[in-house]
Nanobody, 123 residues
Framework: QVQLVEYGGGLVQAGGSLRLSCAASGRIFSIKPMGWYRQAPGKQRELVATITSGGGGGTNYADSVKGRFTISRDNTKNTVYLQMNSLKPEDTAVYYC???????????????WGQGTQVTVSS
């Protein structure tokens, strides 16, 4: 069984920064890719960023956050991070971390989600 717990959300002004953390239980964390999703009110949940399990930590980002967000992981701490810079009001959403389903290939979400953390960006 895997448990994911997010930290670090809050209220920030436009142009500001936040760092989200997602702590995972279980040994499987280090061998699976991880992803961050977000869901704004009235919208579908969308994929924001992913990172592979390998030492190189290959990453992918949604076009809307490229150049502003950075995903990283520390397998010694079973934690994945999302550094968010130059935040915009449209980044306001509940952010969720997810454990990837497949060991390789395009990212596919598993059934394991965190509880979510609210990020609110004021204009």
């Amino acid at each position: 069984q895997v448990q994911l717990v997010e930290y670090g959300g809050g209220l920030v002004q436009a142009g500001g920064s936040l760092r989200l953390s997602c702590a995972a239980s279980g040994r499987i964390f280090s061998i699976k890719p991880m992803g961050w999703y977000r869901q704004a009110p009235g919208k579908q949940r969308e994929l924001v960023a992913t990172i592979t399990s390998g030492g190189g930590g290959g990453t992918n980002y949604a076009d809307s956050v490229k150049g502003r967000f950075t995903i990283s992981r520390d397998n010694t701490k079973n934690t994945v991070y999302l550094q968010m810079n130059s935040l915009k009001p449209e980044d306001t959403a509940v952010y969720y971390c997810n454990l990837g389903l497949l060991y390789s290939g395009p990212y596919s979400p598993s059934e394991y989600w965190g509880q979510g953390t609210q990020v609110t960006v004021s204009s």
